[in-house]
């Protein structure tokens, strides 16, 4: 959930861009606000309207899907701001490279090259560029891409923050694969590839000064292998999406949304490490909210969800994976998870800011 | 000149990084400390280097040339940092959407579609953000590209400045195109599109409170239909390079390097209008230093150059392109300045920072 494409979705009826006169640190958050600034704000003026066609026939991705000559290419973009720059597990080098290739993965699509550009303060350590830089190297290599362009900024000193990083992709979406939230239906299996939190806790436990024993790493890495391993077995993947910025409840109510079905989620399916749940409640966060960087769901047919999940765990990154839930008619447009004693509550999308700049 | 291909520029012996252990504004500026930060720590880092291959075969484009199943694509990508944010011309949003169909215009590629990424700081007003995204969507317009997806980032007041925007393009290279300063000759001459300075004079009037009769707008402009022009008029066109930060001075001392042969300018066939003459004394600026945005060189066999000005001269922003010089077996990777009465004078790399945050 890095990036939106604005060319698959032309909403001709402006959303209303709520009160806020300024900037919130909120309306990048991955939450409602964001939401209602990519749909107020940029897609009415850069989506492809076309007056008369009502509603959007195909809502968002996280990449764009475009065609050339009978190949479709998947192309996306993320600006990377994390704070602080290096964090267990990874730094904004490793993220920005991960972050795209992952967006790329989730149109279903393998990721071939991508573009770097830095906007680097005035007085920034050449030292620490120089170990984000090799680190966007060593990401690249892991995960089977080029990079192949850049660019080089630099502001005052007091108008950046060391380093930002945006990284844009191409991929190519091999033939037959069609990954779209407009393809959920009920009955459908939601399954997870791992547990939840590593990533937003690994940067929150830092910024916070909070240390403990076995404080977790970022869960860092790049998700195409497993999609593409996924597709290998014959899995027909309805839809794709990495549980970055909002985690699993902005990934799945944004998809509930954009297919007009509702989710049931079982709570007890839902993987929360040790160190990753005492950090959430010492830090006053809930784990469905908290960003990762190497998880994503699959929805599919509930037949072959078994089958996925057995082909996600042969990937070490997909060692947990499991079955957390389904789709269904009712309730459209909300998910509700249900507890081991058989209470049920809303999970929705998070108005404010959880996790500022954690990507 | 806005991005650099990484890809196309294998360098195994990286160039000492100058003494700087911090990034100085200069690193942004175009000249030659940035290209020290290129050839220093980027390139010999990301770029794709083959052990044993030597000196590097195929010099840096502003865009990275890529195959697909037979068709090429050029990709690039740019970040843009101009302050203040809007201009006499123009804006950071249709700089933005410009500079990067420039670059894939340069490569001798038809631009096709763009993303756009934003780094906005807390506090920005949201009716300036959507006045930007409107002129966005007008330069996509008028250059007949699509944004097609996007990305939004929010920092802490006080760690942006207003907003950063990131665009990343794809264009396609029509068959048998092949644009490459490797293709720069002896004899060659030089075709310039128009006359010089008016965006750097623009942006920089505006920044010193400078307030004159028939001050300059920006040139800033979309390039890639004079260029497909050329390439339709048969022209063989060995390089293209827009004259963006550091200027046309920057752009020739690039080529002239990486191609291994010398140029000789006519500086009475350079045209700086008189507003331009005069804010540049007035500030201290060298007018072939200061950045364009709506300004290119061409350089292609001699005997092809009339024709070529004939072409560009259709255009409304080449009606004043000319021969400005040519290329020479003499004083390889040197620039030389010929002035009416005929002394000569080396126009080098700047080292310095002549315009900060000029784009």
């Known amino acids: 959930m890095g990036g939106q494409s604005f060319d698959a979705f032309g909403i001709c ?27 107020g704000l940029f897609l009415p003026i850069l989506g492809s309207c076309e007056p008369g066609r009502g509603t959007n026939p195909t809502p968002p991705h996280d990449s764009a899907v475009l065609e050339l000559d009978g190949v479709r ?22 993220l920005a490279v991960y972050g795209t290739v992952n967006d790329l993965a989730m149109a279903g699509a393998k990721p071939l090259w991508l573009s770097a550009s830095f906007v680097l303060e005035e007085g920034f350590a050449m030292e620490t560029l120089r170990r984000v830089v090799q680190s966007m190297r060593e990401a690249a290599d892991a995960a089977g891409v080029r990079i192949v362009t850049g660019d080089t900024k630099v502001v005052d000193r007091g108008k950046g923050d060391g380093v930002f990083i945006n990284t844009a992709g ?16 009920p009955g459908d299996a939601i399954v997870l590839s791992g547990d939840l939190g590593r990533h937003g806790i690994a940067v929150m436990s830092l910024r916070e ?11 860092c890495a790049p998700l195409a292998d497993m999609v593409q391993s996924l597709l290998g077995a014959g899995a027909d993947l309805h839809c794709l999406r990495d549980l970055t910025r909002g985690g699993l409840a902005a990934a799945l109510n944004e998809i509930a949304a954009d297919a007009g079905v509702g989710m049931e989620l079982e709570e007890a399916a839902i993987r929360v490490s ?50 957390i839930g389904h789709v269904t008619r009712e309730h459209p447009g909300t998910v509700e998870l249900r507890s081991p004693l058989g209470g049920a509550r809303i999970v929705d999308f998070l108005s404010g800011e959880q996790m500022p700049r954690i990507c």
């Open 170 to 185: 191409i991929g190519r979406i091999p033939p037959g694969v069609d990954v779209s939230p407009l393809r959920v239906a």
């Open 209 to 219: 000064g909070l240390h403990f024993e076995g404080a977790p790493e970022s869960d």
């Open 274 to 323: 040790e160190p990753v749940a005492a950090a959430c409640e010492l830090l006053g966060l809930d784990p469905l909210y908290v960003a990762n960087e190497g998880r994503f769901i699959a929805i599919l047919p509930a037949e072959l969800a078994a089958r996925a999940v057995e082909v996600l765990r042969l990937h070490h990154a997909g060692r947990e994976a499991g079955v």
């Open 13 to 39: 009826c402006p959303v209303p861009l709520s009160q806020h006169t300024a900037v919130q640190m909120a309306h990048g958050g991955g939450g409602r606000l964001m939401r209602e600034l990519i749909e």
């Open 73 to 94: 290419l998947a192309f996306t973009t993320d600006s990377f701001v994390v704070s602080p720059l290096v964090f267990p597990g990874g730094d904004i080098g490793k």
